[in-house]
């Protein structure tokens, strides 16, 4: 949710004109020029000094459009600004709405991105100064976020965006996830070169790497680390199943432990996938809850029109389903090989797949 905050009266036309074409937004203005109509709009008015309420809405709101002079912006929220991964992203759009700025957390607060949807709406010129996208080329931080991709070692996302925009040798290993995440219309930078192994990149010495893959690096294969980011794409699909009132404990061990059997990285998972008999599998539902993964049910006639290489009597006794996890990671990955067919633990039955295409 974004707030739009004027205190002038061009500003708060500019405010209302936003209103009518960001309904999501909430809009502030001084009561000094209220038009009477504001409680039938859902505009809200404000009293008094506009820095008074600027900490209560920088605290509030993903992101803050205010129509305030950018020198009185900066020094208003100095004092508020605490980490670039929680504060809001602030933009400024100028009185006669010719120039909106990116201020504040333009990457990760999504600031840049704020910009230039405001712009169009205002036909107005954007501001962006962020090196990376000025330079049309990769931004670090946020490297296939728009996929989900999370990155494990922050300390080097800030020297790895220098060697970035300074155009030294960067390297770029893909061994998983989705791979139309270059958007601009011209090439890639001539400094960021794509390899098809960590060994072949190792073997050309770059200033730093990009690393996308869902397996747990070996040893020899940590030393592009050393320069580099390691993103952790979505693509690990588990298809589980267990018996009634198997504890969440008990199901989390498994998948943790198969994973580092399998050498895959807890972060990749996609998904969790089962019978919708297991709809309310509170052991099941705690764990996709603390990962933040999804949990995808499937019915038995879904999951029997799936090939399987182990079908059982037994199970289709219970469930009406000749298998459970194995065909239940195959229909969500669409893949005919397992890496894992199917593992029975203790009351938990896994399997795992690698999801390679686009849902």
């Known amino acids: 949710m974004y707030a739009v905050v004027a ?27 209220s038009k009477g109509d504001e409680e039938q709009k859902g505009i809200r008015l404000f009293s008094g000094n506009v820095r008074v309420h600027l900490a209560t809405w920088f605290a509030t709101y993903r992101g803050l459009i205010l129509i305030i002079s950018l020198g009185a912006v900066v020094r208003m929220i100095a004092p508020l ?111 960021i070169r794509t390899y098809g192994s960590i060994a072949e990149a190792l073997k050309a010495r ?9 397996r747990l690096l070996e040893k020899e294969e940590q030393a592009i680390l050393q320069h580099g980011v390691l993103y952790r794409p979505k693509v690990i699909v588990i298809g589980i199943g267990c018996n009634r009132g198997t504890s969440a404990q008990e199901i989390e061990q498994v998948i943790c432990d198969t994973l580092q059997q399998l050498r895959f990285s807890l972060k990749s998972v996609k998904a969790l996938c089962t019978i919708d008999l297991k709809k309310d599998e509170e052991g099941l539902l705690a764990v996709a809850n603390k990962y933040g993964w999804p949990l995808i049910f499937y019915t038995p006639e879904q999951l029997n029109a799936v090939p399987i290489d182990e079908p059982s009597e037994t199970v289709f006794r219970y469930t009406g389903a000749y298998g459970v996890s194995e065909p239940a ?11 894992l067919t199917k593992k029975k633990s203790g009351n938990v039955t896994i399997s795992v797949a690698l999801w390679e295409g686009e849902r």
């Open 81 to 191: 600004l605490k980490d670039k991964k929680t504060d809001p992203a602030v933009v400024v759009i100028d009185d006669k709405a010719e120039h909106v700025i990116s201020v504040l957390s333009g990457h990760l607060g999504g600031a840049n991105e704020l910009t230039r949807q405001v712009a169009a709406l205002l036909h107005a010129r954007p501001v962006i100064t962020t090196a990376s996208d000025v330079q049309q080329t990769i931004a670090v931080d946020l490297f296939g976020r728009s996929f989900g991709w999370v990155w494990e070692n922050e300390e080097n996302l800030t020297p790895v965006s220098a060697a970035v925009v300074n155009e030294q040798h960067v390297a770029i290993v893909q061994e998983s996830g989705e791979r139309h995440w270059w958007t601009y219309d011209a090439p890639l930078p001539a400094n």
């Open 206 to 214: 770059p200033d730093a790497a990009l690393v996308v893959t869902h």
């Open 329 to 339: 990671a195959k229909r969500y990955s669409g893949q005919q090989q397992l890496v």
């Open 7 to 33: 205190i002038t009266k061009h500003g708060v036309e500019i405010a209302r004109k936003l209103h009518e074409k960001l309904p999501d937004a909430h809009i502030y203005y001084t009561d000094k020029f």
